[in-house]
Nanobody, 123 residues
Framework: VQLVESGGGLVQPGKSLRLSCAASGFDFKTYHMTWFRQAPGKERELVAAIGNFGIATRHVDSVRGRFTISRYNVNNTVYLQMNSLKPEDTALYYC?????????????????WGLGTQVTVSS
């Protein structure tokens, strides 16, 4: 099983990034997928989630209207489009896979995690 994130980097405030997470080794279409982030000294927090069919989505208040989660089950990939980035978005971004929608906010309930991709927003 692998979840491999990519697309992170150093960007100026107000710019955009698109993160990707490529999944393999499990039945991707049966899992709800999420993006979490963790800044230094802080706990891992949910950023966005998408249901296994790509219909249900959830974005936390701090990113709603700026970030958009999407997925393509044909190629086993989940994306996070991040626009209007702010310095407070700086963190290590992880994708995760969970079987139950009710579990998506709790990291300990996840079956699989990637290693993360670093996003740094700074002028």
């Amino acid at each position: 099983v692998q979840l491999v994130e990519s697309g992170g980097g150093l960007v100026q405030p107000g710019k955009s990034l698109r993160l990707s997470c490529a999944a393999s080794g499990f039945d991707f279409k049966t899992y709800h997928m999420t993006w979490f982030r963790q800044a230094p000294g802080k706990e891992r927090e949910l950023v966005a989630a998408i249901g296994n069919f790509g219909i249900a989505t959830r974005h936390v208040d701090s990113v709603r209207g700026r970030f958009t989660i999407s997925r393509y089950n044909v190629n086993n990939t989940v994306y996070l489009q991040m626009n209007s980035l702010k310095p407070e978005d700086t963190a290590l971004y992880y994708c995760g896979a969970a079987r139950k929608w009710s579990d998506i906010a709790t990291p300990s309930n996840y079956d699989y995690w990637g290693l993360g991709t670093q996003v740094t927003v700074s002028s």
